[in-house]
């Protein structure tokens, strides 16, 4: 615990510590301000660096690109493998585990060891690896490297503990499973062929014993070559040659004969008696043409077939379509007796698996369902019923149904909010699935004890946006909203421009919910932004359309030689903003330039909405002489003020969403003056780097000094200064009445706003706004990269290049580079002090730019419900004027004992709900008035303040700088947020490097930097996000959320909420097959295995072949294999419970053996007495 103690000087101006030569704070107006009296700020920090570690929790969604499947008929779990050398495995809801291999290599084949709490993983770099399931944290106990040979499959008998492998040249191998080392069995290949054969047999592509004698092994080779090999005399039995290339081997129970799927479409059945022909050639989808020749079919990849004892058998394929039918789907075949099903899939086929309730293979198997693996989807098919049903997957695996393209994380959230959606949406449900249990039902999972509320929302490049409940760590769709459904479905080259990319125009690109007043926004790539509202009822409808013109013309541009001597501005007295373009679809110059037109057509009638939430506001961004408008790079809504504020590169905007009209509308430069220019000092010179090419929004690619790749996102990184440069000095446009401050906007008459009244009348056709003028600088056209799938990054000229801060830098207003821009990059509403002489706080917007300058605007808001709905909302002048390093991120406020302060809210009430007329409601405000908030607001706030490159503590209202701290040099913050953890407040930063860090609060002292994970793709910056609790996710591929946590309970605890993999299960006792069919031959042989693959009477196998490697070792390893107390308590007593019931079976079967021996002796002495007095010709 460490004690904060400093006296704040009201006159104090300058950063302590800093490291800009600017000004820290300074008056808009460039009057001087009084003296604060000095007070104490006594803040106790009670985080420290033990308070913090950093690891990956749960990994939500379908696994990418996945390449391999596997299931354990008796646990019952199924495992799934990638080609990024990732398992996952999954049982019951709650149960998902996620496993990685170090290496990365694609996992090709996974084996179960049935019932034995571990798995088997073969690689693509000819490696096997054994899995330790019976932990919450799967580790590899063993490993094995071939290094002359290629491994092509596995195969594991139950119950056995030798893995046989076979390879890419036509051996099969032999593992033992417990010490993970070679037999010095081998069966090569020139011994399984005969002789006569000249040709190579190609790699192995199936293994399997009989069902019928387990020493007899059935190889398979992808040339068309099938022999049954004799384990204990060394030979082939049987040997198979078919012309067509084999794909897979499937067995009947019995043992007598089996099936292949080959590369000609065609499933040949092969009788042991009689092995010179197949019995039986189908070509289930090969069709007979009038030449009397088979049609041409794709290959066959995988067939099983399964028996069953009240029907007949199942044989389940994929693959066998013929060629001639393009465009068709991937097909999954059923073939049920004569019945034949075609399933058509969405996506190719990966694998798929057969599961049955037996694990024995030489039992009537009784197929109950299949697995079917797709590149994107997985799903399970119930065969017990005649239609062939699909089960509800209880698992996300839809996250990636269309492009995740943004997400949000919010912590802690009311406990009302989660059940509401829930019920909201279950009306939605699709139906049609099977009524059965879902068949993946193993391992175990409870509540955690420390769970809250919390929900993810992603946003999705068709538009719609997900909430999910996302509390104990699981993951579970509750609600789907279509934004779609607002505008009108547009027609190509209708509206937009060909280079807006018309495959997604609806994609989200951010979204901010106030979970306390349901209050959601949502904000589109097409510049567009939908306020919704809850409601549990459904209701008509219009929706209120609002057209905003954020852009300047080509007109407004002036050159550098032009006007050198003169302000960039006119004065106020001669400015009359020009009267806006029609607002028609239509509208456009002669030569056909769109203008004053949105990208979207938003519905014009009266709509029937469900309950949910219902769109109630649209605002649109305009085109100008044939550009479209700036993409949305920031955007802060609050509920208790009733506004909406956006800005782009262009400017900023203010809206007041409850009487539907527009407060502020104006560029950047025009924040800073209300009667004087705001100047800036001179920065030191550095070194000579790169410099960017425009302040538009760009894409996310740019250059460190060092050329490294640096990734920008664009609601993020806008701008980055010119570190060559000697000064910036800029004059801000001159607006000395609060009538321009509050917006130079027109209204469709083209009248200027009157003083007091700044607020735009809404037209019939919807408002339209303008601000023009000398002295505009020229706005390029750039595209957001806030959607990775969507859209492109701008392609910048070697000339823009040169451009960019190529002049010198004076402090005349004449030398500055208009061809710069300065983007909104963040905004927040909240209670603060507009100057630095306000006693009390009051309704203030924070405005941080591409520049590192934060402004705030104060505004007064009617207090009164009825006086709110009429009276226009006053926006003063800027009164502060802050500056950082870099672009800002972030604002955060504490009051003076370091508690966070919460951004006033509504409280909820529904819209549409039928109002008493008695008691009329009435708007529930919390912490809107000063007298109503924290105590120390009276007294002042702390403000922090995170930009890219730095974060600062402000003291509210002296402005004076407490804390600086430089975050990072060679890189930049790409997310910055504060947040509580372990009853406490901290800022947490994720850099462009893969830093992650955490600061405390207010001091700005470091507590973690964890080098973790290095940006290099694009989907990172975009989706990474933290929340409170320490809990953060990003998007980890195009189908996977990663859930991480930097805080070190949750770590601690973090075995106690995951889900046991193994429980312990009675292994089911094979079925007695009666006396007949074993005097007969019906029961299968067993082999000794160990008798002949152990090393005395195999040997040892060549030392080259391939290599051991032990598991993994030291701390890493360990915390693998045992995280904490819980974990090695939760092992203990689940040993203890494996420990119990086994002597419980023992004890019984010790029980049923006196019994018997009981009986017998009865019997026998009965006997005894019966025969003791007969002869022996009694008999």
């Known amino acids: 615990m460490k004690k904060f103690r400093k006296v704040i000087d009201g006159l104090t101006t300058s950063s302590p510590g800093g490291t800009l030569g600017s000004p820290s704070s300074g008056s808009a107006a460039g009057t001087p301000t009084s003296a604060q009296t000095p007070k104490d700020i006594d803040v106790q920090e009670t985080l420290v660096s033990e308070n913090f570690q950093l690891c990956k929790t749960v990994r939500h969604g379908f696994p990418y690109q996945p390449t391999a499947l596997a299931f354990d008929p008796v646990q019952k779990i199924l495992a799934i493998g990638t080609r990024t050398g990732g398992v996952r495995i999954l049982g019951r809801p709650g149960v998902d585990c996620y496993c990685q291999h170090d290496t990365g290599a694609a996992v090709l084949q996974l084996v179960f060891l049935i019932n034995e709490g571990a798995l088997v993983t073969a690689c693509a770099d000819d490696t096997l690896h054994l899995w330790n399931l019976r932990q919450r944290r799967p580790a590899i106990l063993h490993s094995l490297k071939f290094n002359r040979e290629r491994v092509t499959f596995c195969h594991l008998p139950f119950q056995s503990k030798w893995l046989y492998v076979g390879t890419e040249r036509g051996n099969t191998h032999m593992v033992n499973i417990e010490s993970f080392v070679l037999s010095g069995y081998v069966i090569m290949w020139n011994k399984a062929i005969e002789l006569a054969t000249k040709t190579h047999p190609g790699p192995v592509v199936h293994l399997s014993d009989s069902p019928k004698d387990e020493g007899k092994l059935l190889i398979g080779f992808e040339s068309g070559t099938v022999v049954q090999w004799d384990l204990r005399c060394k030979k082939a039995d049987f040997r198979i040659y078919y012309d067509e290339a084999i794909h897979s081997v499937s067995w009947h129970h019995e043992g007598k004969q089996f099936m292949c799927s080959h590369s000609d479409g065609s499933l040949t059945m092969w009788n042991l008696r009689n092995t010179t022909k197949p019995v039986q050639v189908t070509f289930p989808h090969g069709k007979i043409q009038r030449d009397g020749r088979k049609e041409s079919c794709k290959p066959i990849l995988k067939v099983e077939y399964k028996t069953s004892r009240s029907s007949e058998p199942f044989i389940v394929f994929s693959g066998g379509l013929s060629y001639d039918k393009a465009g068709r789907r991937p097909t999954l075949t059923i073939m049920h007796g004569k019945a034949i099903t075609v399933l058509e899939m969405d996506y190719p086929i990966v694998e798929f698996m057969v599961l049955c309730d037996t694990p024995y293979n030489n039992e009537v198997q009784e197929p109950s369902a299949v697995v079917v693996l797709l590149e994107k989807d997985l799903i399970v098919v119930d065969l017990t019923q005649s239609n062939f049903p699909v089960f509800e997957n209880p698992y996300p695996m839809d996250v990636h149904e269309s492009p995740v393209t943004c997400t949000a994380y919010f912590a802690d959230c009311p406990p009302d909010i989660i059940p509401i959606l829930y019920s909201i949406g279950a009306k939605h449900k699709k139906t049609g699935y099977s009524q059965k249990e879902w068949p993946i039902s193993g391992g175990l999972w409870t509540l955690g004890s420390n769970t809250y509320p919390e929900i993810i929302l992603t946003g999705h490049a068709d538009g719609s946006i997900k909430f999910w409940d996302a509390s104990a760590i699981t993951l579970q769709m509750l609600y789907k909203l279509k934004t779609s459904k607002v505008f009108e479905k547009p027609k190509p080259g209708e509206g937009r421009s060909a280079d807006l990319l018309e495959e997604d125009p609806f994609a989200v690109q951010m979204v901010s919910w106030c979970p306390q007043s349901r209050i959601f926004c949502v904000v589109g790539i097409s510049a567009h932004i939908i306020l919704y509202r809850f409601s549990k009822y459904d209701a008509n409808t219009q929706i209120v359309c609002l057209d905003i013109r954020l852009q300047c013309e080509s007109d407004d541009v002036i050159t550098p030689s032009e006007n050198e001597n003169n302000p960039c501005f006119p004065e106020p007295g001669i400015h009359s903003p020009q009267a806006p373009h029609p ?83 104006m560029s950047t430069l025009d924040l800073y003056g209300a009667s004087d220019p705001y100047q800036r000092l001179t920065r030191s010179p550095r070194r000579n780097r790169q410099s960017t090419s425009d302040f538009c929004m760009r894409g996310l690619s740019n250059f460190y000094s060092d050329s490294k790749k640096r990734i920008r996102t664009s ?50 056709e919807g408002p339209r706004l303008t601000r023009r003028g000398p002295g505009r600088p020229p706005f390029r056209k750039a595209q957001s990269a806030a959607c990775m799938e969507i859209s492109l990054p701008v392609s910048h000229t070697e000339g823009s290049r040169e451009n960019s801060f190529s002049r010198s830098r004076s402090s005349s207003v004449s030398s500055i580079d208009r061809d710069t821009k300065e983007a909104i990059t963040t905004l927040q509403f909240g209670e603060s002090y507009g100057r630095k002489s306000d006693a009390l706080p009051t309704p203030c917007l924070w405005v941080g730019t591409s520049l590192g300058v934060v402004v705030l605007i104060p505004m007064s808001l009617p207090t009164d419900q009825e006086e709110r709905m009429e009276e226009a909302v006053t926006i003063g002048p800027c009164g502060t004027v802050l500056m950082l390093k870099g672009s800002v991120l972030r604002f955060g406020f504490l009051d003076c004992m370091g508690g966070v302060i919460q951004s006033p809210y509504e409280a909820w009430r529904d819209p549409n709900a039928l109002e008493d007329p008695d008691r009329p409601r009435r708007r529930k405000l919390v912490n809107f008035s000063p007298s109503s908030s924290q105590d120390a607001c009276g007294d002042g706030h702390l403000a922090v303040v995170c930009s890219e490159r730095q974060a600062k503590v402000f003291l509210m209202p002296s402005q004076s700088c407490l804390f600086v701290h430089n975050i990072t040099e060679s890189s930049f913050v790409l997310r910055a947020d504060v947040v509580s953890a372990c009853n406490s407040v901290c800022l947490a930063c994720f850099c462009a490097n893969g830093h992650v860090m955490t600061l405390s609060l207010p001091s700005l002292r470091p507590l973690m930097d964890v080098n973790y994970l290095p940006l290099t793709d694009m989907r990172i910056a975009r989706t990474f996000c933290f929340t409170h609790g320490g809990q953060a996710l990003y998007l980890s591929s195009p189908t996977e959320i990663q859930r991480i946590t930097y805080s070190q ?96 079976e023992l004890e019984e079967r010790t029980a049923l053996m006196m019994s018997s021996a009981e009986g017998f002796s009865k019997h026998a002495h009965e006997l005894m007495l019966k025969c003791k007095d007969k002869k022996w010709y009694q008999f």
């Open 1049 to 1144: 309970e949750m770590c601690d605890n973090l075995q106690e909420m995951l889900g046991e993999l193994f429980t312990p299960i009675e292994t089911p006792e094979a079925q007695n097959r009666g006396f007949l069919k074993g005097f007969f031959g019906g029961n299968a042989n067993t082999v000794d295995r160990e008798e002949l693959f152990g090393e005395a009477s195999a040997g040892k196998a060549s030392r080259s072949l391939a290599q051991h490697i032990p598991g993994q070792v030291g701390m890493e390893g360990m915390k693998v294999a045992a995280t904490g107390v819980v974990g090695d308590l939760a092992r203990a007593r689940i040993a203890l419970d494996e420990r119990g019931q086994r002597l419980g």
């Open 583 to 665: 607002a028609s679809p239509s509208s456009g110059t002669p030569e056909g330039i769109k203008d004053s037109i949105p990208c979207l057509k938003v519905k014009d009638r009266v709509v029937r909405v469900p309950p949910g939430y219902q769109a109630e506001l649209v605002i649109q961004l305009l085109w100008v002489d044939g550009e479209p408008p700036q993409q949305i790079s920031t955007l802060d809504i609050n509920s208790a003020y009733g506004l909406l504020a956006f800005g782009n590169c262009n400017g900023l905007a203010i809206v007041d969403y409850l009487q539907k009209t527009i407060l502020l509308c």
């Open 715 to 764: 609601y993020q990184s806008l701008t980055e200064l010119s570190d060559n440069q000697q000064s910036i000095d800029m004059e801000r446009s001159r607006s000395p009445t609060s009538d321009h401050v509050n917006g130079h906007c027109t209204s469709p008459t083209s009248q200027p706003c009157p003083a007091g009244k700044p607020r735009v009348p809404l037209a019939p």
